[in-house]
């Protein structure tokens, strides 16, 4: 029996919803401001089936470059060696190179300085500082200068609801 997320836009709120089976289609209404557009979340722990239609549409991002990419990634990380940090800077290079997503500054020079051979955290204790306040991630063709916008993350109502 699964429990969904949906997201309130008016409240900046992701709710759960219990269902007694299976339903991908029915989406409730908020149960604090009655608001009939929830958005359907993605659960951080597991993904099943496809995606949700327009569930990506605001992001400037190639679903099936992004797809491959993953599988890529998931697939080498198995035999990265965890004490060399050219092979992940190596990987999260791929990554960038075929998803089309760039650094910003501050995650552009830590890459650097990995593929360098630099220690990660020695590069996280001098930056981390640094990069909290800067986007890491830059989308192609996104308005903005392409950032992704960081925002206060929305509150998380702990109530489990009938869907």
Known sequence: MPI????????HTIYNFFSRSVNTKKVPG??????LKL????????????AEENSMDDLP???SKMEKAMEMMAKEAENINEDD???????????TDMTG???????????????????PEKIEAEMGDLMDG?????????????????????????????L
């Open 4 to 11: 969904y997320e949906f997201y309130c836009k008016d409240c």
């Open 101 to 119: 997503v760039g650094l910003g500054q501050g995650m552009e020079e830590a890459l650097q300085r990995m593929e360098s051979g630099e220690d």
């Open 39 to 50: 958005t359907k979340q993605v659960s951080l722990f597991a993904v099943t089936g496809r």
């Open 85 to 95: 940090p050219r092979q992940a800077a190596k990987l999260m290079r791929k990554l």
């Open 30 to 35: 908020c149960p604090k401001c009655r608001n």
């Open 61 to 63: 991002i190639d679903e």
């Open 134 to 162: 800067e986007e890491p991630f830059i989308l192609p063709g996104k308005k903005g200068g392409g950032r992704l916008v960081k925002s206060q993350a929305p509150r998380k109502d702990e109530t489990l609801y009938d």
